[in-house]
Nanobody
Framework: QVQLVESGGALAQTGGSLSLSCAGS????????MSWYRQAPGEAREFVAG????????DYSDSVKGRFTISRDNAEKKVYLQMNNLKPEEAAVYYC??????????WGRGTQVTVSS
């Protein structure tokens, strides 16, 4: 059974930092491109950051470039999202996603990030 389990969501202050983790199990983790998405109440789920299977290539939404960093450890089957200089509008549930050939295959259940203004 494939599982992606996010952790690290918490309450942060505006301008603060959080580090999210996503642990994979039941899948050949290194074969999947991994991404982070987020969804605020009443909003559509949006792409935040993605990383290639080897970790050599990353991409970010314009809104987080320069503040967020995605990384992965294939040996540990984990993907991380370091978030710095958080903004109140970035409060959302953050989801981990595994995809192949551009198609989402697996999703985690999410971790809540709250940012106080």
């Amino acid at each position: 059974q494939v599982q992606l389990v996010e952790s690290g969501g918490a309450l942060a202050q505006t301008g603060g930092s959080l580090s999210l983790s996503c642990a994979g199990s039941g899948l050949l983790f290194r074969d999947y491109r991994m991404s982070w998405y987020r969804q605020a109440p009443g909003e559509a789920r949006e792409f935040v950051a993605g990383i290639s299977t080897t970790g050599s290539t990353t991409d970010y939404s314009d809104s987080v470039k320069g503040r967020f960093t995605i990384s992965r450890d294939n040996a540990e089957k984990k993907v991380y999202l370091q978030m710095n200089n958080l903004k109140p509008e970035e409060a959302a549930v953050y989801y981990c996603e595994a995809n192949q050939m551009g198609r989402p295959v697996y999703w985690g259940r999410g971790t809540q990030v709250t940012v106080s203004s």
